[in-house]
């Protein structure tokens, strides 16, 4: 009985990542220095799921692909410093990405970022969760400017961006999806019990 219980949450949770990933986009734009990077999927789970995984600043290294290191280093009421370590990586190249940054919290729909110091020379935008008008689901957006300290060549530096906040976009989603497919399990069994 128990293996039959994990083979079903095992495909519960494969169900719920491949919907979302199947709605999940990401574009990215050249605006000079900057690109310009628009990211959104549908998602399947209550706000405050959303809301508790966005806002998980030290796991974030568990689910977020390339960032190492994620610690929040002060707290004032909505405003959060958040020192994180990474890299980004396309092909064989790899980008170290060490940053401050502080979020601004807007419970429970807006997650405004930006660069305070570190090796982004730009970075700004954030997360915002709406209703989806077609269903009982909400959309979770990422829209958001940046520049690495390095200067990247044309094409090569969307793609770069692009693909890192994909990855990273992905991670966040899948997240949501397997902490969501968790709490409906877990209801499920405490509905049987």
């Given at each position: 009985m128990r293996?039959?219980?994990?083979?079903?949450?095992?495909?519960?949770l494969s169900a719920a990542a491949a919907q979302a990933a199947e709605d999940l986009s990401v574009?990215?734009?050249?605006k000079g220095p900057?690109?310009?990077?628009?990211?959104?999927?549908t998602i399947d789970a209550p706000l405050s799921v959303i809301w508790t995984t966005l806002t998980d600043y030290e796991r974030l290294p568990e689910f977020v692909p390339g960032l190492k290191?994620?610690?929040?280093?002060?707290?004032?009421?909505p405003v959060a410093i958040v020192e994180q370590s990474g890299e980004a990586r396309f092909l064989m190249f790899t980008f170290p990405i060490d940053v401050t940054l502080e979020a601004v919290e807007k419970p429970p729909s807006s997650l405004r970022v930006r660069v305070l110091s570190g090796t982004l020379r730009y970075l700004e935008g954030g997360y915002s969760v709406e209703p989806d008008p077609h269903s009982a689901r909400f959309i979770l957006h990422w829209i958001g400017t940046i520049a690495p300290d390095v200067s990247l060549p044309p094409l090569f530096g969307e793609v770069v961006m692009r693909m890192s906040?994909?990855?990273?976009?992905?991670?966040?989603?899948?997240e949501i999806d397997?902490?969501?497919?968790?709490?409906?399990?877990?209801?499920a069994e405490a509905r049987r019990k």
């Open positions: 293996l039959l219980r994990l083979a079903c949450l095992f495909l519960v574009e990215a734009n050249r900057y690109v310009e990077v628009r990211a959104r999927a290191k994620s610690r929040v280093t002060s707290r004032n009421g906040i994909e990855d990273q976009f992905t991670g966040m989603v899948g397997r902490r969501e497919a968790l709490r409906r399990a877990a209801e």
